[in-house]
């Protein structure tokens, strides 16, 4: 009979370790971006709508609210799935602006309900006025998340549902390049929809929350690890004495 290698079991917890000791810093990491982002959010609220900048400053100014001059771009709007509002499903609708200086953002007009397993081509989405000229919203980063599949449903006719905001690939259906940012609308006009809250759904507190759990689980395979190996050198001893 084969003998295990008497270091595996070293190894193997070594490996435990260091995957439970680096989730629980990435959670410790979420926790301070959380909290940034909540203090962003909070700071906008006193400053004045900005121009929007260029695309590599967008990080340097989420949350800001931005003023954007030019005109919808109605005809072909994209619909985020597994969106909810008050527990109901439905959609974010992210319609492209085309600015007067030639960029393409998408605006978030708000929120529509799902319609049970209608086609997303059957929802009613209110017109964009393509004369509006003028919009301030906040300039959203979306997280990217697992990007498991293609981003957008197939099909070619409009409204498009897209699972998440991949610019790449809305822009090839768009057939225009789009800035790598969203504008989410929050003041009520003719052509917004139902708003949805910008606050996250939680705090840095449930991040914390998780990376205590992760450094709990790292501890105990230290502690397990270190009470197996005093034992397998008791062991060691009286087999030699």
Do not use: C, K
Request: hydrophobic letters at 45%.
């Amino acid at each position: 009979m084969t003998r295990r290698p008497r270091w595996l079991p070293l190894l193997m917890s070594i490996l435990a370790f260091s995957v439970f000791a680096a989730l629980g810093n990435w959670q410790y990491q979420r926790a301070g971006e959380r909290e940034a982002e909540l203090a962003a959010i909070a700071a906008a609220e006193h400053q004045p709508p900005l121009p929007l900048p260029p695309a590599a400053a967008f990080e340097a100014v989420a949350w800001r609210f931005v003023q954007l001059e030019g005109r919808f771009l109605g005809e072909r709007q994209f619909l985020l799935d597994n969106r909810t509002l008050d527990g109901e499903p439905g959609f974010g609708v992210l319609t492209p602006f085309a600015l007067a200086d030639g960029r393409v953002i998408l605006v978030d007009r708000g929120w529509v309900p799902a319609e049970g397993r209608a086609p997303a081509q059957s929802i009613h989405l209110p017109a964009a006025a393509e004369d509006v000229g003028t919009v301030v919203g906040r300039l959203w980063r979306p997280e990217a998340g697992l990007a498991i599949g293609p981003a957008l449903a197939p099909g070619g006719d409009w409204p498009r549902t897209t699972t998440r905001v991949d610019y790449a690939a809305l822009g090839d259906a768009l057939g225009r390049s789009l800035e790598p940012g969203v504008v989410r609308i929050e003041e009520p006009a003719p052509w917004t929809l139902r708003p949805r809250a910008v606050q996250p759904r939680f705090g840095p507190e449930r991040h914390l929350g998780y990376a205590f759990q992760w450094y709990a689980l790292a501890a105990t395979v230290l502690v397990v690890t270190g009470v197996l190996l005093l034992r397998s050198r008791r062991q060691h001893r009286m087999e030699h004495e």
